[in-house]
């Protein structure tokens, strides 16, 4: 992995009123957004942003109240060109709306925000463990780490609920997916596919985003084998650059860390994960 | 049209470039604003609350979402006063007005925060927060039991040699008995409302969504509530009123002014979308370029409603 791309220098955010370019249901709950943000920065693995439908200082809708939280999924184009691409599913009001809104109305976007993915030093695997919607924040450093030593694991409920599946498919990088009711791939969560790569390869770094458990599971079967876990937490937050102090998590280190700001990628030993809610 | 409009305001002694601050614990310190938007424009900022020694929060989950608002309960997290003195001062830009505010659970610890604030060169004023729980009494906060706000008032007066504003708890029955202990014990201005006491259930669990069970309710829904009480408290004192609670673009600034404020703090709206504030003083000077008003301040306490 010498040639890893360096992406740890992270763009200041932008705020701005971005136009929909479209917005697709893609069954399961699953909807991919694609935003016109002129002047977008660019953004690293990792990275988020936070999303409002309606337009800046509007004062028309007051509820919900609270953006949301999205990983940057993909972007491509620059300057007036870009275009910024989101996966989400469907889990609330805020979502529903999201999904509701059609291609060109506006959105409130802040991003990119938070700390991204680390590189993966040399020598190391790169193994990416995706589940659930966790899968839309690693389809960036699947596809900048394409070519070098990787591989990609996702899971979801059934082959339906696989987030970008197509996407990763098309990368040219190793992937193996379970589900749960075995409709692709191995029948199980996607953890059991972690043991043989973690038998296997001498260098390892873990990069796991999903729900808690499974991200638990990543990070202590990561520890009991020596190796580097990465994990990218997702939380409630009012406003995602470190003001609200709402999206605090414990941290072995004593006292919390703020998601939006510290996160939402984390040395998986860091966190204190018995404290998680 | 808009330059020929005069938007300075005087609160209590803080002499401001226009009447929009942000409000205590939305506005972090400052400077995690800086990329959004310039502080320079801004009537000014008041600072998260500090205590004596830097404080670690709540548990998590710390925030939830309610109609048209928010809960929160963070508690006393916060640097410190003497790291914000030292380090978070010092990395604001010149010619940011800066309000710092006090929050602490004694009387005396509370003096002493003010003290080590006073003649600090940058800080244009200080706040005292009386929504903090008095542990002596109960947990019941300052603000709300007249005699322990008249001991906290007189105790910062004492301790602060500049402008001194109270920020007023909404979780009372009696506001205008609030502001006037406020007056009586020497304060320069008065803020309010703080956020109101509020409480978010999960029914799958049978349990309160925020960790704490109690929390702070602030944005949009508690706009009318913050009205009625600034209403309220500008007819019963003299000292001028910083209006706070759920304001999100000029037309609600306005109405807080309309009802007596001299001044707004932006809240909640810094969370949802960080270049919000100056927004609000843009539009409350053209709305008074508009009106034909020479200054902002005209709109102060200018309702008309004759059964006042």
């Known amino acids: 992995m010498a040639s890893a791309p360096a992406w740890g220098v992270a763009p200041a955010p932008l705020r701005a009123e971005v136009e929909v370019a479209s917005n697709r249901d893609e069954g399961a709950g699953n909807h991919r957004i694609a935003l016109r943000v002129p002047g977008f920065p660019g953004f690293a693995p990792g990275h988020f942003a936070m999303l409002s439908p309606g337009a800046l200082a509007a004062a028309e809708r007051t509820d919900p109240l609270l953006p949301r939280p999205m990983a940057l999924y993909r972007a491509s184009g620059r300057g007036g060109d870009a275009l910024v691409e989101v996966l989400y599913k469907v889990t609330g009001r805020g979502t529903a709306l999201l999904a509701d809104t059609l291609p060109g109305q506006r959105v409130r976007f802040l991003g990119p925000l938070g700390v991204a993915w680390p590189e993966p030093a040399p020598g190391e695997t790169a193994v990416l463990v995706g589940g659930g919607t966790g899968i839309a924040s690693l389809y960036e450093l699947a596809a900048r780490l394409e070519g070098g030593d990787v591989r990609v694991l996702l899971g979801a409920r059934s082959a339906r609920d696989l987030m970008g599946r197509d996407d990763f498919a098309s990368l040219g990088v190793p992937l193996e997916i379970a589900t749960e009711d075995g409709s692709e791939g191995v029948t199980g969560l996607v953890t059991a596919l972690l043991d043989p790569v973690l038998a296997g390869a001498a260098a390892v770094r873990v990069y796991a985003c999903g729900p808690t458990p499974m991200m638990r599971a990543c990070a202590a079967r990561a520890a009991a084998g020596g190796r580097s876990c990465f994990v990218s937490l997702e939380n409630n937050m009012a406003c995602g650059f470190g003001v609200c102090l709402g999206c605090a998590v414990p941290v072995t280190r004593g006292g919390y860390a703020l998601v939006c700001r510290e996160g939402p990628v984390f040395d998986a030993a860091s966190i204190g994960w018995e404290g998680l809610p | ?308």
């Open chain 2, 1 to 308: 049209m808009n330059a020929a409009v005069d938007e300075r305001v005087d609160l209590g002694g803080i002499a401001l470039r226009n009447p929009v601050l942000t409000a205590s614990g939305t506005f972090g310190y400052g400077t995690e604003f800086a990329p959004f938007l310039d502080l320079t424009r801004l009537g000014g900022f008041v600072a998260k609350s500090l205590t004596l020694e830097p404080r670690v929060g709540n548990p998590p989950p710390r925030i939830a979402e309610a109609p048209s608002a928010m809960l929160n309960a963070i508690s006393l997290e916060n640097v410190g006063v003497d790291a914000f003195v030292e380090e978070k001062l010092p990395a604001l830009p010149d010619g940011v007005t800066v309000i710092a505010s006090v929050f602490e659970t004694e009387i005396d610890r509370y003096a002493e925060v003010c003290k080590r604030l006073s003649g600090v060169p940058r800080i244009a004023g200080l706040e005292v927060n009386a929504s903090c729980p008095h542990v002596k009494s109960g947990g019941i906060e300052f603000g709300q039991d007249p005699k322990l706000l008249s001991q906290l008032v007189a105790a910062a007066r004492g301790a602060a040699s500049g402008p001194l504003l109270v920020k007023l708890s909404p979780n009372v029955t009696d506001i205008a008995e609030m502001a006037r202990v406020c007056e009586g014990e020497g304060a320069d201005g008065l803020s309010l409302i703080n956020a109101v006491q509020a409480m978010e259930i999960d029914i799958e669990t049978r349990r309160p969504v925020l960790a704490n069970g109690l929390g702070g309710l602030s944005g949009p829904a508690i706009r009318p509530i913050a009205l009625r009480m600034v209403w309220q408290a500008s007819r019963a004192v003299a000292i001028p009123i910083c209006g706070i609670g759920g304001i999100r673009s000029a037309e609600d600034a306005i109405k807080f002014l309309l009802c007596g404020a001299r001044a707004v703090q932006v809240g909640t709206s810094n969370y949802l979308d960080p270049g919000v504030a100056l927004e609000v003083a843009e539009g409350l000077r053209d709305h008074a370029a508009r009106q034909g008003l020479p200054r902002v301040a005209d709109l102060c306490g200018s309702l008309d409603f004759p059964h006042a």
